[in-house]
Protein backbone atom coordinates (compact mmCIF):
# COMPACT_ATOMS: atom_id res chain seq x y z
CA UNK A 1 0.00 0.00 0.00
CA UNK A 2 0.99 3.71 -0.41
CA UNK A 3 0.38 5.76 2.55
CA UNK A 4 0.56 9.52 2.83
CA UNK A 5 1.38 10.52 6.32
CA UNK A 6 0.76 14.28 7.35
CA UNK A 7 3.34 15.51 10.31
CA UNK A 8 6.92 15.37 10.54
CA UNK A 9 6.90 15.40 14.39
CA UNK A 10 7.58 12.84 16.45
CA UNK A 11 5.20 10.05 15.92
CA UNK A 12 4.79 11.14 12.29
CA UNK A 13 8.26 9.98 11.52
CA UNK A 14 7.64 7.29 13.37
CA UNK A 15 4.50 6.36 11.84
CA UNK A 16 6.64 6.70 8.36
CA UNK A 17 9.76 4.15 9.73
CA UNK A 18 6.92 1.48 10.97
CA UNK A 19 5.07 1.49 7.40
CA UNK A 20 7.87 1.06 5.70
CA UNK A 21 9.05 -1.71 8.24
CA UNK A 22 5.79 -3.66 7.13
CA UNK A 23 6.16 -3.15 2.96
CA UNK A 24 4.03 0.08 2.69
CA UNK A 25 5.87 3.12 0.45
CA UNK A 26 5.25 6.26 2.16
CA UNK A 27 5.30 10.08 1.67
CA UNK A 28 5.21 12.23 4.51
CA UNK A 29 4.48 16.08 4.16
CA UNK A 30 4.91 18.93 7.28
CA UNK A 31 2.77 21.24 8.60
CA UNK A 32 5.05 24.07 6.93
CA UNK A 33 4.19 22.60 3.29
CA UNK A 34 -0.04 22.18 3.91
CA UNK A 35 -1.14 25.25 5.98
CA UNK A 36 -4.62 25.01 6.32
CA UNK A 37 -5.22 21.63 4.14
CA UNK A 38 -3.77 23.46 1.11
CA UNK A 39 -1.59 20.28 -0.17
CA UNK A 40 -4.57 17.94 -0.24
CA UNK A 41 -6.61 18.38 -3.29
CA UNK A 42 -8.30 15.09 -5.03
CA UNK A 43 -6.16 14.40 -7.42
CA UNK A 44 -3.40 14.21 -4.98
CA UNK A 45 -5.37 11.75 -2.27
CA UNK A 46 -6.15 9.38 -5.33
CA UNK A 47 -2.42 7.71 -5.28
CA UNK A 48 -2.62 7.22 -1.61
CA UNK A 49 -3.93 3.97 0.09
CA UNK A 50 -4.82 6.13 3.52
CA UNK A 51 -3.62 8.96 5.09
CA UNK A 52 -2.58 8.97 8.33
CA UNK A 53 -2.42 12.24 10.57
CA UNK A 54 -0.43 12.92 13.24
CA UNK A 55 0.10 17.14 13.23
CA UNK A 56 -1.53 19.84 15.78
CA UNK A 57 -5.02 20.19 17.13
CA UNK A 58 -4.76 23.15 14.89
CA UNK A 59 -3.89 21.78 11.67
CA UNK A 60 -6.02 18.75 11.76
CA UNK A 61 -9.61 19.78 11.33
CA UNK A 62 -8.38 21.50 8.23
CA UNK A 63 -6.70 17.97 7.08
CA UNK A 64 -9.82 16.09 7.75
CA UNK A 65 -11.90 18.84 5.93
CA UNK A 66 -10.03 18.26 2.48
CA UNK A 67 -9.15 14.59 3.07
CA UNK A 68 -12.99 13.23 3.68
CA UNK A 69 -14.53 15.72 1.41
CA UNK A 70 -12.70 13.48 -1.42
CA UNK A 71 -13.74 10.55 -0.03
CA UNK A 72 -10.44 9.37 1.22
CA UNK A 73 -9.67 6.91 3.62
CA UNK A 74 -8.04 8.38 7.03
CA UNK A 75 -6.29 7.77 10.04
CA UNK A 76 -5.98 10.45 13.05
CA UNK A 77 -3.82 10.11 16.12
CA UNK A 78 -3.92 13.90 16.80
CA UNK A 79 -6.13 14.72 19.51
CA UNK A 80 -7.85 18.20 20.93
CA UNK A 81 -10.08 18.46 17.84
CA UNK A 82 -13.43 16.06 19.34
CA UNK A 83 -15.62 19.20 19.44
CA UNK A 84 -15.68 18.97 15.91
CA UNK A 85 -16.43 14.99 15.40
CA UNK A 86 -20.11 15.39 14.51
CA UNK A 87 -19.69 17.43 11.52
CA UNK A 88 -16.60 15.34 10.31
CA UNK A 89 -18.68 12.32 11.11
CA UNK A 90 -21.11 13.55 8.82
CA UNK A 91 -18.84 14.62 5.66
CA UNK A 92 -16.95 11.44 6.17
CA UNK A 93 -20.68 9.74 5.94
CA UNK A 94 -21.60 11.83 2.63
CA UNK A 95 -18.75 11.29 1.01
CA UNK A 96 -18.46 7.46 1.82
CA UNK A 97 -15.17 8.36 3.28
CA UNK A 98 -13.43 5.55 5.24
CA UNK A 99 -12.02 7.06 9.47
CA UNK A 100 -10.85 5.37 12.21
CA UNK A 101 -9.88 7.79 15.21
CA UNK A 102 -8.87 7.71 18.78
CA UNK A 103 -7.41 9.37 21.74
CA UNK A 104 -4.11 6.74 21.71
CA UNK A 105 -3.24 3.91 19.07
CA UNK A 106 -1.62 1.98 21.60
CA UNK A 107 -2.63 -1.76 22.25
CA UNK A 108 -2.24 -1.41 26.19
CA UNK A 109 -4.08 1.95 26.60
CA UNK A 110 -6.94 -0.09 25.05
CA UNK A 111 -6.54 -2.74 27.93
CA UNK A 112 -6.33 0.22 30.18
CA UNK A 113 -9.58 1.47 29.52
CA UNK A 114 -11.53 -1.58 29.51
CA UNK A 115 -9.40 -2.67 33.01
CA UNK A 116 -11.01 1.47 34.26
CA UNK A 117 -14.67 0.29 33.01
CA UNK A 118 -14.85 -2.50 35.02
CA UNK A 119 -13.27 -1.65 38.21
CA UNK A 120 -15.62 2.15 38.27
CA UNK A 121 -18.12 -0.63 38.31
CA UNK A 122 -16.82 -3.44 40.92
CA UNK A 123 -15.17 -0.37 43.68
CA UNK A 124 -18.81 1.83 44.34
CA UNK A 125 -18.13 4.28 47.10
CA UNK A 126 -14.03 5.11 46.05
CA UNK A 127 -13.16 8.46 44.88
CA UNK A 128 -11.41 8.14 41.28
CA UNK A 129 -9.06 10.38 39.66
CA UNK A 130 -6.90 10.87 37.10
CA UNK A 131 -3.21 12.06 36.37
CA UNK A 132 -1.66 12.34 32.98
CA UNK A 133 2.34 13.62 32.27
CA UNK A 134 3.00 14.15 28.65
CA UNK A 135 6.01 16.23 26.96
CA UNK A 136 6.10 19.71 27.39
CA UNK A 137 5.23 20.91 23.79
CA UNK A 138 1.77 18.88 24.04
CA UNK A 139 -0.25 21.37 23.46
CA UNK A 140 -3.71 19.64 24.65
CA UNK A 141 -4.57 19.22 28.01
CA UNK A 142 -6.24 17.05 29.46
CA UNK A 143 -5.33 14.46 27.01
CA UNK A 144 -7.65 12.43 24.92
CA UNK A 145 -6.67 9.30 26.34
CA UNK A 146 -7.24 11.11 30.15
CA UNK A 147 -10.66 12.28 28.93
CA UNK A 148 -11.49 8.46 27.35
CA UNK A 149 -10.11 7.15 30.66
CA UNK A 150 -12.88 10.00 32.30
CA UNK A 151 -15.34 8.71 29.69
CA UNK A 152 -14.30 4.73 30.63
CA UNK A 153 -15.33 4.85 34.76
CA UNK A 154 -18.38 7.83 34.92
CA UNK A 155 -20.03 5.65 32.14
CA UNK A 156 -19.45 2.23 34.14
CA UNK A 157 -20.66 4.70 37.25
CA UNK A 158 -23.25 7.37 37.03
CA UNK A 159 -22.61 8.70 40.16
CA UNK A 160 -18.75 9.36 39.67
CA UNK A 161 -17.43 12.83 38.88
CA UNK A 162 -13.22 12.11 37.97
CA UNK A 163 -10.85 14.62 38.35
CA UNK A 164 -7.84 15.12 36.01
CA UNK A 165 -4.44 16.34 37.15
CA UNK A 166 -2.61 17.35 33.65
CA UNK A 167 1.22 17.95 33.82
CA UNK A 168 3.35 19.05 30.50
CA UNK A 169 7.11 18.09 31.25
CA UNK A 170 10.35 16.80 29.43
CA UNK A 171 9.96 14.50 26.66
CA UNK A 172 7.45 11.77 28.16
CA UNK A 173 5.14 9.90 25.71
CA UNK A 174 2.82 9.28 28.07
CA UNK A 175 1.89 8.22 31.72
CA UNK A 176 -2.29 7.80 32.72
CA UNK A 177 -2.73 6.86 36.29
CA UNK A 178 -5.87 6.18 38.03
CA UNK A 179 -6.48 6.42 41.60
CA UNK A 180 -9.34 4.91 43.42
CA UNK A 181 -9.52 6.03 47.36
CA UNK A 182 -11.50 5.78 50.46
CA UNK A 183 -10.30 6.60 53.76
CA UNK A 184 -9.11 3.15 54.61
CA UNK A 185 -7.49 1.76 51.23
CA UNK A 186 -6.45 2.87 47.88
CA UNK A 187 -6.25 0.93 44.43
CA UNK A 188 -3.96 2.38 41.52
CA UNK A 189 -3.80 1.45 37.90
CA UNK A 190 -0.70 2.87 35.81
CA UNK A 191 0.09 3.12 32.21
CA UNK A 192 3.60 4.58 31.25
CA UNK A 193 4.57 4.58 27.08
CA UNK A 194 8.68 3.50 27.08
CA UNK A 195 8.52 5.34 23.43
CA UNK A 196 5.85 6.56 20.68
CA UNK A 197 6.34 3.32 18.76
CA UNK A 198 3.62 1.76 20.72
CA UNK A 199 1.17 4.66 19.02
CA UNK A 200 3.02 4.24 15.24
CA UNK A 201 2.15 0.11 15.13
CA UNK A 202 -1.28 0.78 15.90
CA UNK A 203 -1.95 3.94 13.44
CA UNK A 204 -0.24 1.79 10.47
CA UNK A 205 -2.34 -1.18 11.20
CA UNK A 206 -5.45 1.13 11.39
CA UNK A 207 -4.50 2.40 7.90
CA UNK A 208 -4.11 -1.03 6.59
CA UNK A 209 -7.29 -1.75 7.99
CA UNK A 210 -9.40 1.20 6.84
CA UNK A 211 -7.79 1.54 3.06
CA UNK A 212 -10.78 -1.11 1.98
CA UNK A 213 -13.43 0.10 4.21
CA UNK A 214 -15.84 3.12 4.18
CA UNK A 215 -17.32 4.66 7.88
CA UNK A 216 -16.09 6.15 10.54
CA UNK A 217 -14.81 4.02 13.67
CA UNK A 218 -13.07 4.60 16.84
CA UNK A 219 -9.90 2.95 17.52
CA UNK A 220 -10.87 1.03 20.80
CA UNK A 221 -13.66 -0.35 18.78
CA UNK A 222 -12.19 -1.82 16.21
CA UNK A 223 -8.44 -2.87 16.99
CA UNK A 224 -9.21 -6.28 18.08
CA UNK A 225 -10.34 -6.55 14.48
CA UNK A 226 -6.50 -5.93 12.74
CA UNK A 227 -4.88 -9.23 11.13
Same mark, same amino acid.
Given at each position: ?????????????????????????????????? +???? &???????????????????????????????????????????????????????????????? #??? %??????????????????????????? @????????????????????????????????? #?????? %?????????? @?????????????? +??????????????? &?????????????????
Amino acid at each position: MLFLVLGRGKTGSLVADVAKERGHGVRVIGEEAN +RDGS &AITAPFLAQFDAVIDFTTPEAVVPNMRACLATGAHMVVGTTGWHAHLKDLRALAVKREAGLVYG #SNF %SIGVQALYKVAHELAKAAPGFQFSIQE @THHAEKKDAPSGTALSLKHALESANPHLSVAIE #SIREGD %SPGIHGIEAR @TENEVIQLRHESFS +RRGFAEGAVRAAEWI &ATRQGVFEFQDVYEQFD
